[in-house]
């Protein structure tokens, strides 16, 4: 069972860049399914409020279709593709130069920066919110699953496995840092997530473990 959210419940993972370790090559990828044509955040990496700043520093977004965002030396901003009301893997990764996001396993678009990502202690991914201010007009509204970061660039092929269903634990597991499959619970498998509370369980997609 995924997780749903109704523009009212989020969480924090307590897991920031520094923390997890990321400078540079990284891939991040979840699946979504949304439940209104809301512009909304399912993934959000965004201090705004805490240190003033307004730098989405790694973050995905629902507007005519999905956007997301990267910052490094500069943020760059790329939005490519539809998705439907149905089930879509969503994921992005950085080289150091390039910024490319990919939709149910197929290479979409790019933009470019250089440098490493922004880091500070006040910058944890949230799962339902954009950031770790209060703004619920970005609140998302439908389903999370499966939400992975690898500490690595993962090829288009291990990409497109990920895009057909396969687990992350079975896709570059030595570099794979932190798996929420968000199954009932905010539990990550690799231990690095510390979101609690509670939960409002959805349909999985299906995922070949």
Not at 64 to 87: E, F
Request: with cysteine; proline share 3%; hydrophobic share 35%.
């Amino acid at each position: 069972m995924a997780l749903a959210f109704d523009k009212t419940n989020f969480y924090d993972t307590g897991m920031t860049v520094s923390g997890l370790g990321l400078t540079q090559s990284c891939t991040l990828g979840f699946w979504v399914k949304r439940a209104s044509t809301d512009v909304r955040c399912p993934i959000g990496n965004n201090p705004q409020g805490v240190n003033g700043s307004d730098s989405d520093v790694f973050t995905f977004f629902y507007v005519s279709g999905p956007w997301t965002r990267l910052d490094a030396d500069s943020q760059v901003t790329i939005n490519s593709g539809t998705w439907g009301t149905g089930w879509t893997h969503l994921l992005a990764t950085y080289n150091g130069s390039k910024y490319r996001l990919f939709i149910n396993g197929t290479y979409q678009a790019e933009g470019n920066t250089t440098g490493n990502i922004k880091s500070d202690s006040t910058r944890s991914w949230w799962i339902g919110r954009r950031g770790s201010y209060v703004q619920s007009a970005w609140n998302w509204h439908g389903d999370v699953a499966e939400f992975a970061i690898w500490s690595a660039v993962l090829t288009d092929g291990e990409i497109k496995s990920l895009g057909k269903g396969f687990s992350a634990n079975r896709v570059r597991p030595q570099s794979l840092l932190t798996n929420s499959p968000l199954v009932r619970t905010l539990a990550d498998v690799r231990g690095k997530s510390t979101a609690s509370g509670t939960v409002t369980a959805a349909s999985h997609p299906a995922i070949y473990a």
